[in-house]
Nanobody, 121 residues
Framework: QVQLVESGGGLVQPGGSLRLSCAGS????????IDWFRQAPGKERERVSC????????YYADSVKGRFTISRDNVKNTVYLQMNSLKPEDTAAYYC??????????????WGQGTQVTVSS
């Protein structure tokens, strides 16, 4: 059974940093691309970042480029999203997801339960 579990969310002041983790179980995360999405209340879901299975390709939405960094530790079966210079508009529930493919996907089939990030002073 494919499971993804996000952690690392919380309340942070503008300009601060958080590192989200996405741990996989029931499958070998190292073989597959992992996407990060976010959704704020009243807004459409947005794909924030993605990393391919090899880590050789990464994608960032324009809204986070230069501030967020995606990485993976295939030994730990975990993908990370380092978020720096956080802004109030980054406030959202963040989800990791996979389509069990080596390439990134806009519509992954498997999702975690999400972790809340709130950026506020």
């Amino acid at each position: 059974q494919v499971q993804l579990v996000e952690s690392g969310g919380g309340l942070v002041q503008p300009g601060g940093s958080l590192r989200l983790s996405c741990a996989g179980s029931g499958f070998t995360l190292a073989y597959y691309a992992i996407d990060w999405f976010r959704q704020a209340p009243g807004k459409e879901r947005e794909r924030v970042s993605c990393i391919t299975s090899s880590g050789g390709y990464t994608y960032y939405a324009d809204s986070v480029k230069g501030r967020f960094t995606i990485s993976r530790d295939n030994v730990k079966n975990t993908v990370y999203l380092q978020m720096n210079s956080l802004k109030p508009e980054d406030t959202a529930a963040y989800y990791c997801a996979t389509d069990l493919k080596t390439a990134c996907s806009l519509y992954p089939a498997y999702w975690g339960q999400g972790t809340q990030v709130t950026v506020s002073s």
